[in-house]
């Protein structure tokens, strides 16, 4: 049983930074693969970053060497910085925690980047 709280969305203009928040409630497992995701109107939705096993991290080629993806272990919580926003950066992001057999959404939160 564990639960994704997110937090950090808002209204940013263009170069501007925002940080996304994802607490989780229970014990996440050490294998487990967390990330972030995000849904433009009229598209689908993509993956931004993921970290694995603690250790591994991916990151999409839009938003490479600007977003940072990482976890506090002390407060159980997902963490996306995202610095030099961009218009096309503009979606709803999502927190996903996946691990054997369990699958973990966040609500969604609005980034919105002005130009």
């Known amino acids: 049983q564990v639960q994704l709280v997110q937090s950090g969305g808002g209204l940013v203009q263009a170069g501007g930074s925002l940080r996304l928040s994802c607490a989780a409630t229970?014990?996440?497992?050490?294998?487990?693969?967390m990330g972030w995701y995000r849904q433009a109107p009229g598209k689908q939705r993509e993956v931004v970053a993921t970290?694995?096993?603690?250790?591994?991290?991916y990151y999409a080629d839009p938003v490479k060497g600007r977003f940072t993806i990482s976890w506090d272990n002390a407060n159980n919580t997902l963490y996306l910085q995202m610095n030099s926003l961009k218009p096309e950066d503009t979606a709803v992001y999502y927190c996903?925690?996946?691990?054997?057999?369990?699958?973990?959404w966040g609500q969604g939160t609005q980034v919105t980047v002005s130009s």
């Open positions: 229970g014990w996440i497992s050490s294998l487990s693969t």
């Open positions: 970290l694995s096993g603690r250790t591994f991290t």
């Open positions: 996903n925690v996946r691990s054997i057999g369990s699958e973990y």
